[in-house]
């Protein structure tokens, strides 16, 4: 037989034994009460709710009485128990309040002014003065307010629970009582000062104070604004009413958050008002206006979409509330309206703690900031426009943009569910212990009692769930729900014609998120979409999301073209826009990359199949050169007697992995020494390739062996393992004639090896060229092209001079005849390292040719500061302090024979011959002057070593850099900053002795 313990556990009790307990304790009347029985089963958490009522029966046991008589009053305050422990240790420490859900008073919604009477009556105020003062600002007082304040809300959730009043409704009543809270807080301000009268002092209700949609537990945004009281007796100039006012303000937000023996009511924000914690607390109208027209932000104006008059001087408030909103609605018109959009976007997603995303009901993702910021944004585009739009609350306005066409009806329907269900979560979560949070519990007993509170019986824990997930997904749809979707009815013929948006409608969308061509997205997307094939219909299925990343990336305009582009050229291909569509990270990159590269854009014209490893960081990861040679080599064997043809398979190879480097590049997966070495190995196996085709075609068209060793040193960036994009291929050419083989026939033949090669690499092709340039050579562009090893040491014995010992110091084999390579590099050693040393006058040589580089090379006009080369600080200060020091001592100090910057630098550390601090200085200059120009390179699709002068363009390159996009500024302070230093060192390392 079933004990009752069993029973109550059946019914729905956690803990069938305390119940019992519990209910014997009422008494015997309780224990049989089938109706008291029946509506604690039918609580959120019966346990809960049975522990408060047991707690208020012994303060004040006629309570179970009243519950047999009023079955509302039963049904109210048990629903309250159940969801809310607060509000039943508050209704156990004031016995009477439970009174308030009694009677037909207790489903009567009470108005504005009887809220506000309510609680200036509660702090001892004549609710009827037209400035109320306290009876004092005693401790007493403040807990009077409290629990006034509590007893109201008391009566708002029994009639929040039991269904009687809309979610609308609640937050509205909660606005008004927080209103009512304010005007009593400002009432017992007043009455420490007894000169108040002398200051009109308004307070402005922001955030979802002002929109009349607060929440159970929130803090309280303001906003003050005050003016000197004209005609008072004891009348006061501006200043000293402002003063006034700040102390009435300050005694106002003490009212309220100062703790007390019945708790805080909340905190009072004022951190909404112009210059933010850092400006004046209060500030007259004319204040607010001065700031507002010079200095506010787009942010600003978004946040006094919601401002309205909540206590004090209500005319005043009026006039504060209807100046701004003049400037509101002209807020999108803004010059950096769409930087200061993208700005709110990403302080929305910072505020998301560490592990708290996916249970965050507010700033999580699909959380409700998200909604809220994509109606304001929506109003602030088209609000200026259609007055209709003009609304505080987010589902009013959702409503208007809906109605106006805007939105479509199915996807504002949608939206206003997700948003009135989280909303009525995130209500339940603060009323179950009266505390400000946004996150949805873990325990499986929370859960529950969440599940039940929204009528879900049979499985409250996955039904909850289920039904939250589901409504976060929909919100986090929300971009492509309310910003993308509708610019694809604008342009494409589609049948849902409720979500169709003008053309005028759909470009100042489309302004808004940063496209700098409106008119021509609308063309693209048109393209892309209009029509009834597969293609089109999954382009109008991507595309939504796709132009929400496109407006994130630095140039949407780019992004877009880019995209109808390699769309156009890969869009019949099965595989393309299918990858696309179940890969959600291949799309969002390529929607990067397309939106910050014209280098990356190029190069996927031209390899569009490249499309599909962008979606793995390990696919980006750099190749083995063993791999990429390996690899080339069989590209040219498979285009025997076919030079052209085999060169350009091996640039097609070099082209994919271009690709492949740059996009690894701009997402952060390499850095820059990274990027340098790979560019250097991808320059030799293509090299290497293309000469093995060279001396294909030589010996084919002769009909015989070569006759000599050919083989190719690197010199430059490319010798010291420091290519970047735009860079080309510093060269020297060495043949060794084999045994029998005359030396002019020899080199006659190396020669056109030599010229082969570089036409070869030279022919026009759909991808970055590779020029080679042998201008290093002995003599430079007057001397032979080609020279014997032979050769080379008589020229370096008898006319060597500083400029090449210096230029052979990043001398190194590239390709061809590896033997032959390394014979010439050790017939270069003893100038490039020299065992004593060079000579006082060839430091002086060398400090005159830099000297004369700086005058004579800098492109006439630039600025100097600003160019990465030859500009003070830049690569050629860094590298010539790095050579300079390796000529002096390499000779006698091994570990500086290096052909790379940053390692001889490091090594000169270990030698004693520089210090740590100014190697990390140089350093610092050098990777970034050559990540910028890599940058100028990846952004505009062409090599310069100068920061562009425009403005636009500078942007784009700090947001490839990483840059935020108002961080263009910061990113050239930055570049001066570490070249200045540079400078510094290198004025002292290079120049001094």
Request: overall charge neutral; proline content about 5%.
């Amino acid at each position: 037989m079933q004990t009752t313990a069993g029973r109550l556990a059946r019914l729905g009790f956690a803990d069938g034994a305390r119940a019992e307990r519990l209910l014997d304790e009422l008494g015997p009347e309780a224990v049989g009460d089938l109706d008291l029985l029946s509506s604690l089963v039918a609580a959120a958490d019966p346990d809960l709710a049975l522990t408060s009522l047991n707690r208020l029966a012994e303060q004040d046991p006629s309570v179970l009485g009243a519950l047999r008589a009023d079955p509302g009053l039963r049904e109210r305050l048990i629903g309250v128990f159940g969801v809310s422990a607060a509000l039943g240790d508050h209704v156990v420490r004031h016995p009477d309040h439970w009174r308030l859900l009694g009677g037909s008073a207790a489903v009567e919604r009470p108005t504005q002014g009887e809220l506000r009477a309510e609680l200036l009556l509660a702090v001892g105020a004549e609710p009827d003065e037209p400035e109320p003062r306290a009876a004092d600002a005693s401790t007493a007082t403040l807990s009077a307010l409290r629990a006034a304040y509590r007893g109201r809300l008391l009566h708002l959730a029994a009639r929040d629970v039991t269904g009687v009043v809309s979610l609308s409704g609640v937050t509205a009543e909660l606005s008004d009582l927080a209103g009512a809270a304010l005007e009593a807080g400002l009432a017992i301000a007043r009455s420490e000062h007894p000169e108040a009268g002398a200051v009109r002092l308004a307070v402005i209700g922001m955030g979802k104070c002002g929109a009349r949609e607060l929440n159970y537990i929130s803090d309280v945004d303001v906003i003050f604004v005050a003016e000197p009281r004209e005609g008072a007796d004891d009348s006061l100039d501006e200043h000293a009413a402002i003063k006034l006012a700040t102390r009435l303000a300050q005694g106002m937000m003490r009212a309220c958050s100062t703790s007390t023996p019945e708790g805080a009511l909340w905190e009072v924000d004022a951190a909404l008002r112009p210059e933010g914690k850092a400006g004046p607390l209060v500030r007259t109208l004319a204040s607010h206006l001065a700031y507002y027209r010079r200095w506010a932000k787009t942010w600003e104006f978004q946040a006094l979409l919601k401002a309205r008059p909540v206590a004090g001087d209500a005319e005043l408030g009026q006039q504060y509330v209807a100046a701004m909103n003049e400037m509101v609605w002209q807020a999108a018109t803004r010059d950096r309206f769409v930087e200061d959009v993208q700005a709110m976007r990403r302080r929305v997603e910072a505020h998301v703690r560490s592990g708290e995303a996916d249970r965050q009901l507010k700033l999580g993702p699909g959380g409700l900031r998200d909604i809220e910021f994509a109606v304001q944004l929506l109003q602030l585009v088209h609000g200026r426009l259609d007055p209709l739009l003009r609304r505080r609350a987010t589902l009013p306005a959702l409503g208007a943009l809906s109605r106006g066409g805007y939105v479509g009806r199915d996807d504002a329907k949608a939206l206003a569910e997700a948003y009135t269900f989280l909303r009525q979560v995130e209500h339940l979560i603060q009323l179950h212990r009266l505390r400000r949070t946004h996150v949805v519990p873990e325990g499986n007993a929370d859960l529950r009692r969440l599940g039940r509170s929204l009528g879900m019986t049979a499985d409250p824990v996955g039904e909850f769930t289920t039904r939250w997930r589901r409504h976060a997904m929909e919100a986090r749809r929300l971009h492509e729900k309310l910003f993308y979707r509708p610019l694809l009815q604008a342009v494409a013929r589609l049948p849902e014609s409720e979500d169709r948006l003008s053309t005028a409608a759909a470009k100042a969308r489309l302004e808004a998120l940063g496209y700098a061509d409106p008119g021509g997205a609308l063309r693209h997307i048109s393209a892309l979409t209009s029509g009834v094939s597969r293609r089109a219909a999954i382009q109008r299925t991507l595309l939504p999301v796709m132009l929400g990343w496109f407006a994130d990336a630095p140039d949407p305009d780019a992004g877009l073209l880019g995209f109808r582009q390699v769309s156009d050229k890969l869009g019949s291909t099965p595989w393309y826009l299918r990858l696309l569509r179940d890969e959600t990270a291949v799309a969002s990159r390529l929607a990067r990359m397309l939106g910050t590269s014209r280098y990356v854009t190029g190069l996927l014209m031209n390899a569009p199949e490249a499309v599909a490893m962008l979606g793995s960081d390990t696919e980006l990861a750099p190749r083995p050169v063993e791999t990429l040679l390996s690899e080339a080599r069989t590209v040219v064997a498979r285009h025997p007697g076919d030079a052209e043809g085999a060169v350009a398979a091996v640039r097609a190879l070099r082209r994919r992995e271009l690709l492949r480097t740059a996009v690894a590049d701009l997402s952060g997966i390499i850095g820059i020494e990274e990027v340098g070495q790979t560019l250097s190995n991808l320059n030799d196996v293509t090299i290497q390739a293309a000469l093995d085709a060279a001396i294909d075609k030589v010996e084919m068209e002769r009909r015989t062996p070569l006759g000599t060793r050919f083989a190719v040193i690197a010199m430059g960036r490319l010798g010291g393992i420091e290519s970047s994009y735009g860079s080309d291929a510093d060269v020297m050419f060495v043949h060794s004639p084999l045994e029998g083989v005359p030396e002019r026939q020899a080199t006659e033949t190396a020669f056109e090896v030599a010229n082969e090669l570089r036409r070869l690499l030279a022919l026009p092709a759909p991808d970055p060229p590779l020029l080679i340039d042998p201008g290093l050579r002995p003599e430079g562009k007057a001397g032979p092209l080609v020279r014997t090893l032979a050769s080379y040491a008589a020229y370096y014995e008898r006319w060597s001079s500083p400029w090449e010992s210096q230029a052979l110091l990043r001398a190194r084999f590239s390709a061809g005849d590896a033997e032959l390579g390394v014979g010439l590099l050790h017939l270069a050693d003893p100038l490039r390292y020299p065992e004593e040393g060079i000579s006082d006058a060839a430091v002086l040589e060398i400090r005159r040719l830099k000297a004369r580089m700086e005058a004579e090379r800098l492109p006439r006009g630039a600025d100097p500061a600003l160019h990465t080369k030859l500009g003070p600080g830049g690569l050629s200060d860094v590298e010539w302090v790095a050579q300079l020091i390796q000529l002096r001592h390499a000779g006698a100090r091994p570990a500086l024979r290096t052909t790379r910057t940053l390692e001889a630098l490091s090594a000169a550390v270990t030698e004693g011959l520089l210090s740590e601090a100014d190697e990390a200085v140089l350093a610092e200059a050098w990777r970034f002057a050559s990540r910028i120009r890599d940058a100028i390179v990846a952004v505009r699709g062409r090599a310069s070593d100068a920061i562009p002068v425009d403005a636009r363009e500078r942007t784009l390159i700090a947001r490839a850099l990483g840059y935020p996009p108002e961080g263009t500024e910061d990113f050239v302070d930055d570049y001066r900053r570490a070249t200045r230093r540079a400078r510094r060192v290198v004025e002292r390392v290079f120049y001094e002795d």
